[in-house]
DNA sequence: CCGCAGTAGTTCGTGTTACGAATTGTCCGA
DNA sequence: TCGGACAATTCGTAACACGAACTACTGCGG
């Protein structure tokens, strides 16, 4: 924190967090479900899941995720199929309903996160989206580096 | 999403804050404390805040606010001064072991988040930090106008 | 083919977080 | 002084998150 207009990374790391958790919450709020529903929603847009796949993916302990899957199964919009080629395995997928409510969240919720940063030449927003892009990538430990790569202690 | 390395706006917002919330749990785990509780101490590293004044800060319900400064106090982290100037009001502060605590948590938390960008050029980080800083800004919607715009639905 | 270790998910109990509505006590302006 | 505004708490409800214990199935070694 330097007082004046400029700011720190860190400070503008935390803030710009905070600010996207609030435009998640106020959209998912607008559609009737939680942002933690709203991202399953997301995740499952793709495509169905196993239910530790999306354990791996919103890093939710299993037991977190049941419950999850339940209150959003319970509203409607997500249902599990039991996996054919493993019986122990169940596929979690968009029920039509879920399939057409997170249409309209996703849409509605990355057009108020592009809002954000409104304020910004489209060249600036580009510049943005390429840095904090590679902080993101440079970040994002794919799985098959943290075997050999062990040096850093960056384990999250 | 754009397929290759480059990612939209969205998607580089999105991305960035779930490291950044990732991060501030772990490091709130590692104290003992919760994400929620760590977010308080934080602001109260600034001084002594009233309830009201801490829900406008953390964007929390006053209801929701009692129940989480209960807990912290609890912990032993924070104390409950009632503010002599006014009867009615409260004034949280950090207890000699809360102040101790976040100040650990603190610098953990900044240093971890200071990694994030690590794979940035310095010139990059100032950059990312300028934009950002810059989006921050442009959305922090001071308190005052909040009342009188109130066409969009933006309550919390 | 059997048995057994490992995996996929669920259940259970606990604690945290968050909210709105109703309430209590205080403040202050008409 | 009275009544509306304000600070905070209480209460009831629901979502969320976790770990430990459990069930049921898989797949491998023998």
Redesign the pocket.
Same mark, same amino acid.
């Given at each position: 924190m330097q007082g004046d207009g400029r700011m720190g990374i860190v400070a503008a790391l935390v803030r710009s967090t905070f600010l996207v958790d609030a435009v998640y919450a106020a959209s998912a709020r607008k559609y009737g479900i %939680? $942002?933690?529903?709203g991202q399953l929603l997301c995740v499952l847009m793709a495509g169905p899941r +196993?239910? %530790?796949e999306l354990g791996a993916m919103l890093r #939710? @302990?299993? $037991? $977190? &995720?049941? +419950? &999850? !899957?339940d =209150?959003t199964e319970r509203n409607g919009l997500v249902g599990?199929e039991s996996?054919p080629d493993? #019986? =122990? @395995? !169940?596929r979690v997928a968009l029920t039509p309903h879920g399939s057409e409510l997170v249409e309209e969240f996703y849409a509605e919720t990355c057009r108020r996160i592009e809002d954000l940063p409104a304020a910004l030449d489209p060249e600036d927003r580009d510049v943005l989206a390429d840095l904090l892009g590679r902080v993101v990538l440079a970040n994002e430990v794919p799985e098959v580096f943290l075997a050999s790569e062990e040096g850093t202690g960056k384990k999250v």
């Open positions: %939680t $942002s933690q529903q +196993g239910m %530790t #939710l @302990a299993k $037991s $977190s &995720l049941t +419950g &999850l !899957v =209150r599990r996996d493993d #019986l =122990r @395995a !169940v």
